[in-house]
């Protein structure tokens, strides 16, 4: 077993190369602008570290979620420019992410909420708890979340994503298995170590071919999914930022109160 150089808000460790990645940002891993240039070096680690040969994505069993989705607070203080700034930043990071050369596998043992879901479905594989839930509740913040664009790629059905997408309630991990977006559902104790179980078996295998394989499924993903998220975040910078509910949606939530809209 080996330990990585130290990350911010991450602990990568090493063992018969499979390389288990818990995110660490009490109280919910929130996803801040700091974050995710620590998640950069971690990609960077790993794309030099040809013996890590599969990530498992995890968080520690004390968090209240596997990742609950952007750091809202820092969202206030955004203009239409800040905005697209942050948009491109962070998509450089995720987009790198989805496509590092290795399989990664999500166990999500906790609420994977907003951008949890979005990594969770940048995973090549996906094993969650019985007692997980996962939502894209963007609506609810004056964002458009991609507009599901995410999940498009995925082959989810149309009208469950413009449901899940427009409504922002929360769905069982049940549910989530039914339409196909999880691998294997099942109790909390038992999702890291079937993530681990998977991640073996991927690891003992050709590492050129599994690569291979990695990189040639992420391109045939690629053909239709980008240019609509692009899209649905130009919406959410050049017309949401500076609208009338924006702001109010995200104060609202923190500081726990309903919001106010200008409908």
């Known amino acids: 077993m080996s330990d990585a150089p130290a990350f911010e808000f991450f602990h990568l460790v090493t063992k018969d190369g499979v390389a288990v990645l818990t995110i660490d940002r009490p109280p919910v891993n929130a996803l801040s602008r700091e974050l995710y240039e620590s998640l950069g070096k971690v990609i960077d680690h790993i794309e030099a570290t040809p013996a890590i040969r599969v990530v498992v994505l995890a968080c520690k069993p004390e968090a209240r979620a596997w990742i609950g989705g952007g750091d809202l607070k820092e969202f206030l203080s955004f203009t239409s420019e800040t905005r697209r700034a942050r948009h491109d930043y962070v998509e450089g990071v995720t987009d790198r992410f989805y496509r590092l050369s290795c399989p990664t596998i999500a166990a999500v043992t906790k609420p994977a909420i907003g951008g949890g879901m979005v990594f969770a479905s940048f995973c090549d594989i996906i094993v969650a708890a019985d007692t997980a839930f996962f939502s894209m509740p963007e609506v609810d913040r004056s964002l458009t979340g991609g507009a599901g664009s995410y999940f498009n790629r995925l082959n989810l059905p149309v009208s469950f994503i413009r449901e899940m997408i427009l409504t922002g309630r929360r769905i069982g991990a049940a549910e989530l298995r039914q339409v196909g977006f999880l691998n294997h559902v099942l109790p909390e104790d038992e999702v890291l170590p079937k993530a681990l179980e998977l991640a073996a078996m991927i690891a003992a295998k050709s590492s050129a071919a599994v690569r291979a394989i990695k990189e040639s499924a992420n391109l045939i993903d690629e053909i239709g999914w980008q240019k609509g998220r692009d899209a649905a975040?130009?919406?959410?910078?050049?017309?949401?930022?500076?609208?009338?509910?924006?702001?109010?949606?995200?104060?609202?939530?923190?500081?726990?109160?309903?919001?106010?809209?200008?409908?």
């Open 233 to 263: 975040h130009e919406v959410s910078a050049s017309r949401l930022v500076d609208g009338p509910d924006y702001k109010e949606a995200i104060s609202a939530f923190l500081e726990r109160r309903r919001p106010s809209f200008n409908h």
